[in-house]
């Protein structure tokens, strides 16, 4: 892994970023996000629910996702 040096930390920001991602780049990302759901899988609730709009079903979603992130990080500790 090469090292690089920057001058500025603006610089070293801007290095991080990808702007001309290619088909190898998002074959990386899916496979970083697969290995991430194999390592600690959400586990949602089994059942159907009613939503009485889209933002209601997404605010669902994100707390099922956000307590999942607390036990990982509580577990870390």
């Not at 930390?9 to 990386?28: G, T």
């Not at 990302?29 to 009613?50: E, H, M, Q, T």
């Amino acid at each position: 892994m090469p090292v690089y040096k920057y001058k500025t930390f603006e610089e070293a920001d801007r290095a991080l970023w990808n702007f001309h991602p290619d088909e190898a780049y998002f074959r990386k990302v899916a496979d970083l996000w697969n290995f991430a759901g194999r390592l600690l899988p959400i586990s949602y609730p089994r059942g159907i629910f009613k939503f009485r709009s889209m933002e209601e079903a997404n605010k669902h979603r994100e707390q099922l996702e956000l307590e999942h992130a607390k036990k990982i990080q509580d577990r870390n500790l």
